[in-house]
């Protein structure tokens, strides 16, 4: 099984939706200038495969979202949409979704 693609929105240096597809099933190399996003990247792919969100402190919750102005004016507007597509040597689909927003109400997805 492989990551077939890579959606990320509102999630740290991510501000508008992301979509990184397709992934060779073979080897992917992800390259960029300093502060073009790499870690994050990477960060957003170990964040929906853990438990993480639970153990975090409401300000480290916080500081997950993408928030351009460094305010929380109106909290509906911030939200973070993470999504892996994983594809099996069988072309099974499984989707991981994360989805989380400002108050810190949080739904995990996995479906097939």
Known sequence: MY???????????????????????KSNVIVGR????????????????SDEF?????EQRLALLH????SYTNSNEYYIILSLLFKSKSNLFVTYTWLADVNAS?????CF
Do not use: E, M, W
């Open 3 to 25: 990551i077939k693609q890579v959606i990320i929105q509102g999630f740290r240096s991510y501000r508008d939706q992301t979509v990184v597809d397709p992934f060779s099933p």
């Open 34 to 49: 300093n502060g073009s996003g790499k870690s994050n990247f990477f960060y957003a792919i170990q964040f929906v495969l």
């Open 54 to 58: 639970s153990h975090l402190r409401p």
């Open 67 to 70: 928030v351009s102005s460094g």
């Open 106 to 110: 949080v739904a995990k997805c996995l």
